[in-house]
């Protein structure tokens, strides 16, 4: 049927932008789309003024940041416990499939600041690349 193939969700504050959410379809992950999404995102936070991108992605997530780094991007540091377990299923809130090499897991529900079951939750990697 008919499905969304993908999308992806950024922001611009002044000079730096941020990707908050990168989702391809299942059917749809392998065929480059995700490095489409990450490259017109790029580009068009460039286009705003952005000379720097910056997101954060599962430490678990390693086709992510393996597509991350050959983009450009560089790892600068860890957020400790920033992932809830429960995201751990692979799929993010969207339904789209969070395992594909295509599907950067960047954003997904992270900011629970709670507390509450610590010991099911995973740190999250920070990437950013000059713009």
Same mark, same amino acid.
């Given at each position: 049927?008919?499905?969304?193939?993908?999308?992806?969700?950024?922001?611009?504050?002044?000079?730096?932008?941020?990707?908050?959410?990168?989702?391809?379809?299942?059917?749809?992950?392998?065929?480059?789309?995700?490095?489409?999404?990450?490259?017109?995102?790029?580009?068009?936070?460039?286009?705003?003024?952005?000379?720097?991108?910056?997101?954060?992605?599962?430490?678990?997530?390693?086709?992510?940041?393996?597509?991350?780094?050959?983009?450009?991007?560089?790892?600068?540091?860890?957020?400790?416990?920033?992932? =809830? @377990? *429960?995201? !751990?299923? #692979?799929? /993010? +809130? $969207?339904? &789209?499939?969070? %395992?594909?090499?295509?599907? =950067? @897991? *960047?954003? !997904?529900? #992270?900011? /629970? +600041? $709670?507390? &509450?079951?610590? %010991?099911?939750?995973?740190?999250?990697?920070?990437?950013?690349?000059?713009?």
């Amino acid at each position: 049927g008919e499905h969304i193939a993908g999308f992806v969700v950024y922001s611009c504050v002044l000079d730096e932008a941020c990707i908050h959410n990168v989702a391809v379809h299942p059917a749809d992950q392998r065929r480059g789309l995700g490095r489409g999404l990450l490259r017109a995102a790029l580009e068009a936070a460039r286009g705003r003024g952005a000379r720097r991108c910056c997101l954060e992605v599962r430490v678990s997530n390693r086709a992510a940041r393996g597509l991350y780094r050959a983009l450009g991007f560089r790892e600068d540091g860890l957020r400790k416990n920033y992932y =809830s @377990g *429960a995201d !751990q299923s #692979g799929v /993010d +809130q $969207s339904g &789209a499939d969070q %395992s594909g090499a295509d599907q =950067s @897991g *960047a954003g !997904q529900s #992270g900011a /629970d +600041q $709670s507390g &509450a079951g610590l %010991s099911s939750r995973e740190d999250a990697v920070l990437l950013s690349i000059q713009l």
